[in-house]
Antibody, heavy 122, light 108 residues
């Protein structure tokens, strides 16, 4: 059974760096075709993709946020970490991590964490 | 960059009615890379359809996806009470993911 869970601060001050951790189970990020992505959703708004990390360490980022994002993994801990620098109140959102399988569902996000709400405010 | 436009923004229907949701891409996309998600308030999105027309595991057969090129459709044949939610389409590639702005299906 695949599960993912996001963790991190609920409140961050503007200009600070936000670090979020996705802890997963039921799959390995060393398996060919597997990836973990981060997606966010501001209150009352649509989903926005942020970043994606593949089994082969390939990293992909949203072009509009690329300069502020870093995605890394700790395979031994089954974790994927997203770092966002210089946060702004517009970064207030629920942040989700999700499992992506190229082989099973052609690359869609088939399993999602519950999400974590991060508020950017002084 | 591919932009996905969903219509209508809100669909007001009664249980038992048919729902037809549209997702239009700004340029041709491969059907392999088009998915639909359902999101209920306070919950994470749930994958309904991948590769434009394949139902994900456990998804009832009242949900169906179709389309090609730039025009894609999610159809719910007979709305059940639990189907009232927001629906998003998504295009994905190795390097980029794009979501539509969503269609809310509400009880009339």
């Amino acid at each position: 059974q695949i599960t993912l869970k996001e963790s991190g601060p609920t409140l961050v001050k503007p200009t600070q760096t936000l670090t979020l951790t996705c802890t997963f189970s039921g799959f390995s990020l060393s398996t060919s075709g597997v990836g973990v992505g981060w997606i966010r959703q501001p209150p009352g708004k649509a989903l926005e993709w942020l970043a994606l990390l593949y089994w082969d360490d390939d990293e992909r980022y949203s072009p509009s946020l690329k300069s502020r994002l870093t995605i890394t993994k700790d395979t031994s801990k089954n974790q994927v970490v997203l770092t966002m620098t210089n946060v702004d109140p517009e970064d207030t959102a629920t942040y989700y991590c999700a499992h992506r399988s190229i082989t099973v569902v052609r690359g869609a996000f088939d399993f999602w964490g519950q999400g974590t709400l991060v508020t950017i405010s002084s | 960059e591919i932009v996905l436009t969903q219509s209508p923004g809100t669909l007001s229907l009664s249980p038992g009615e048919r729902a037809t949701l549209s997702c239009r891409a700004s340029q041709n996309v491969a059907t392999t890379y088009l998915a639909w998600y359902q999101q209920k308030p306070g919950q994470a999105p749930r994958l309904l359809i991948y590769a434009a027309s394949s139902r994900a595991t456990g998804i009832p057969d009242r949900f169906s996806g179709s389309g090609s090129g730039t025009d894609f459709t999610l159809t719910i044949s007979r709305l059940e009470p639990e189907d009232f939610a927001v629906y998003y389409c998504q295009h994905f590639s190795t390097s980029r993911q794009t979501f539509g702005q969503g269609t809310k299906v509400e009880i009339k």
